[in-house]
């Protein structure tokens, strides 16, 4: 049974930063797409960043890009997202999830990652203040 748990959530003011991180156990870390997904209040959750398991593809939402970076560390299991430049509309419930649903494109980049997923972390809550 695959276990995710998410650290790292917190507190800070727009423009702040933080750095999730997402422990694997029961999994084959590594042989699968991962990724990072949030829920803010009244919204349904989306697909905010997503990692292929060699690392090479990555994928992020509009609103997040340049400012999110997805990662992971194969020996330690664990799957990151540095969050940069924090905004209030990034205020939300941040779930780690392994073998989410993507969607491919060309040359195997990721096009699309819906709310869909094998397995889900217990969730991180993300508040940026203005």
């Known amino acids: 049974q695959v276990q995710l748990v998410e650290s790292g959530g917190g507190s800070v003011q727009t423009g702040g930063s933080l750095r999730l991180s997402c422990a694997a156990s029961g999994h084959t870390f590594g042989s699968d797409y991962m990724g990072w997904f949030r829920q803010a209040p009244g919204k349904e959750r989306e697909g905010v960043a997503g990692i292929r398991s060699d690392g090479r593809i990555t994928y992020y939402i509009d609103s997040v890009k340049g400012r999110f970076t997805i990662s992971q560390d194969n020996a330690k299991r664990t799957l990151y997202l540095q969050m940069n430049s924090l905004k209030p509309e990034d205020t939300a419930m941040y779930y780690c999830?392994?073998?989410?649903?993507?969607?491919?494109?060309?040359?195997?980049?990721?096009?699309?990652?819906?709310?869909?997923?094998?397995?889900w972390g217990q969730g991180t809550q993300v508040t940026v203040s203005s």
């Open positions: 999830a392994a073998e989410p649903r993507v969607r491919i494109g060309p040359g195997g980049t990721i096009v699309e990652m819906p709310n869909r997923a094998r397995s």
